[in-house]
């Protein structure tokens, strides 16, 4: 579950990790007075003015309606308001978002932290997730912070730099002054660098999280080292155990049709293909994607009825893929073993007789328990459904349909 930069800046700090301050506004009105707020708490006489979208890239986007950047600099009060104005309400088009853009609802009011003093400001990247392959927790980190990390790594690979933690014995302090070394500090900067570190991955491992990342993670003039920007995504398995971070969910930024999946308990996932797939089971689901775009379609949709496919989730789960205008053709594949698929196959019949009517056609592939007795269902429904019982067989349907 991904949440926004002040949420995710919210989390750090509760762990000790130093933060860039800032306070969160829904209207220009607000953002004045967040500034003056922030003003009283830091003494900063400059603002940023950081739109709040789950999308990364948002200082290089655009606001559709104004032009103004994501995140924008505001010298004075006036300028908070006006430059607030121009990003709330607004559709902002990142590298991330697509063409399509977010709306911007939220804006975070923060402290300039980029002020003159006895050294250099120097921004770094650092991301702490799970290497899959190990199954271990990585902190991956870069002198090259404040740049998309994926063009760092294309184009100076030796820059990115990775530590693995043991899980038996966690982060290790020589570690931390290792990573400080690394990004060649010294001083008070290399002292506060192993803090901010040591911090940070409590945070990932006490939250459960799939990912942090902090760019630019900052050391400013005065030697403190500071999270300038917060990427939090949440382990939703695990949110069971964190209700106070699950209410941190924001709906608005997500597919509504997603959501609405979800209130259903149904595994949905939208895609830009042709052909809905309502599968029981993830891998199966996989490998009937795999099999659409074999016989020539595009799978429109991840959508995981699990193993209660009876008439009302089958019922819903039509409803949800015909929401998307680009589907021709539905591929129901269900494999059943606690599920009987002659139950399953009445359930079809019957969510397509409370529906009305169904423009696209339907090929239904059933296997396992009572397969041939499914297929008799359908068969004589005398609906516009194709049944089949071999994969091969589903698709070659799929193939015709389409064609």
Not at 377 to 391: F, M, R, T
């Amino acid at each position: 579950m991904n949440i926004h930069e002040y949420q995710g800046k919210a989390i750090l700090k509760s762990f000790g990790v130093a933060i860039q301050e800032g306070i969160v506004a829904d209207t220009p009105e607000q953002a004045v007075e967040a500034a003056k707020e922030l003003q009283k708490q830091t003494g900063t006489g400059w603002w940023v003015v950081k739109a709040q979208i789950h999308a990364g890239g948002r200082g290089k986007g655009k606001v559709n309606e104004t032009g103004s950047n994501g995140v924008v600099l505001a010298k004075n009060l006036d300028e908070v308001k006006e430059k607030s104005k121009n990003i709330l309400g607004g559709t902002l088009v990142t590298i991330q978002t697509g063409p399509a853009g977010k709306k911007v609802n939220k804006v975070l009011i923060a402290q300039d932290v980029y002020y003159p003093g006895e050294t250099p400001t120097k921004e770094f990247y650092m991301s702490v997730l799970l290497n899959r392959q190990t199954g271990r927790n990585i902190i991956m980190y870069s002198t090259e912070g404040g740049m998309n990390i994926e063009d760092v790594a294309h184009n100076t690979p030796h820059l990115i730099f990775k530590e693995e933690i043991d899980p038996k014995v966690g982060l290790q302090g020589f570690q931390t002054r290792k990573i400080a070394f690394n990004l060649g500090l010294e001083g008070e900067a290399f002292k506060q660098m192993t803090k901010f570190v040591s911090a940070l991955y409590k945070a990932y491992d006490s939250t459960d999280s799939a990912m942090f990342e902090i760019n630019p993670v900052l050391k400013t003039s005065d030697n403190k080292i500071i999270a300038v920007d917060s990427k939090v995504n949440l382990d939703e398995n695990a949110l069971y155990r964190h209700a106070d971070y699950a209410a941190l969910r924001d709906i608005t930024e997500e597919d509504p049709t997603e959501v609405e999946a979800g209130e259903h308990n149904l595994n949905y996932v939208k895609l830009d293909g042709n052909v809905g797939c309502m599968v029981n089971g993830a891998g199966l689901a996989m490998a009937t994607m795999d099999i659409i775009k074999l016989s020539g379609g595009d799978p429109a949709n991840f959508l995981d009825v699990g193993g209660t496919a009876n008439a009302e989730r089958v019922e819903q789960a039509f409803r949800i893929i015909l929401k998307d205008a680009n589907v021709k053709a539905i591929l129901v594949n269900i494999f059943g073993g606690i599920v009987r698929c002659d139950r399953v196959a009445q359930g079809i019949v019957d969510a397509y007789k409370n529906m009305g009517s169904i423009n696209v056609p339907i090929i239904v592939r059933l296997q396992g328990t009572n397969a041939e007795e499914a297929k008799i269902i359908i068969d004589k429904s005398g609906l516009k459904v194709y049944s089949a019982i071999q994969l091969q067989e589903a698709a070659d349907l799929v193939k015709k349909v389409l064609n």
